[in-house]
């Protein structure tokens, strides 16, 4: 299946109970550090919309943080999961349940960041909704918010094949991710857990110059890609990228606003 809308019956309930044993929360803490935080600190962000919110690990952050956040996803299944693991940390999330396509028709307000993270923007499968997205993501942005979104590093996949270590975002014990078919227009994962059960996701395989293109070309006059939280990478490293785009034009090495 190529196809945005077969994500919906991808992450059926059993597969999302099963997600935090795939992102261990603990070990995706250590692995990322406070980067997104400073990032958005440094940009003076205060109102954040999570659209990829997935079971809550960047919602839950964040709002330990001290930031105001809204959080979001297409899988009712996934929001549930993010409520009750934020119930047990003593959040209660402001959760909405939106297709990214038509984002501000459920979304009323506007943002100083969108985070849009964990390879969520690779469900896009044509230019049309990945363009359709970005838009929506630029419209519910205050005029110096930025849009924060990460991807695999699928360059490194469809050129020399699949070899990720998983080192900074799977970080589950005795779980499985993997690539099981991978061409210019599909990447289909294969997840395997403990008790020998397995999941698929299929994914767009983006590429790097690619997406920041597309960034470009919807309005964000500003693209930085990082990799893996560092601002210098070969190549051919990386397991994620990470790109910072603003909408307000900033000059290369600009200093953040501070809150």
């Known amino acids: 299946m190529r ?21 261990d929360w603990d070990g995706r803490a250590n692995s990322e550090g406070s980067f997104f935080i400073d990032v958005l600190r440094d940009r003076g962000a205060k109102r954040i919309l999570d659209v990829a919110t997935g079971t809550g690990f960047h919602s839950c952050r964040l709002l330990e943080a001290g930031f105001e956040v809204v959080s979001a996803d297409g899988s009712p299944e996934m929001l549930a999961k993010a409520f009750e693991n934020a119930r047990k940390r003593g959040h209660l999330l402001r959760t909405v349940q939106a297709d990214w396509r038509w984002l501000n028709r459920d979304i009323h307000e506007q943002f100083d960041a969108v985070i849009c993270l964990g390879n969520s923007f690779t469900h896009l499968f044509s230019e049309h909704d990945r363009r359709k997205t970005l838009a929506e993501f630029y419209a519910t942005l205050e005029h110096d918010g930025c849009l924060i979104l990460d991807q695999r590093n699928y360059d490194g996949i469809l050129d020399r094949g699949f070899s990720s270590e998983h080192k900074y975002y799977y970080c589950g014990e005795n779980v499985s991710a993997e690539p099981e078919h ?48 560092q601002e210098t990478y070969r190549t051919d490293d990386p397991d994620f990228y990470i790109h910072i785009a603003d909408k307000e034009y900033r000059e290369e090495g600009e200093e953040g606003k501070t809150q």
């Not at 992450?11 to 999302?16: A, G, Q, R």
């Not at 698929?200 to 070309?217: A, I, Q, V």
């Open 182 to 229: 991978v061409d210019d227009g599909l990447a289909r994962f294969r997840y395997q857990f403990p008790d020998q059960s397995v999941y698929h996701l299929n994914m767009f395989p983006l590429r790097k110059d690619y997406t920041r293109r597309l960034m470009r070309e919807v309005g964000f006059q500003h693209v930085e890609t990082l990799a893996d939280f």
């Open 3 to 23: 196809d945005t809308d077969h994500y919906t019956e991808q992450y059926t309930w059993s597969f999302v109970d099963k997600w935090d044993e795939l992102i």
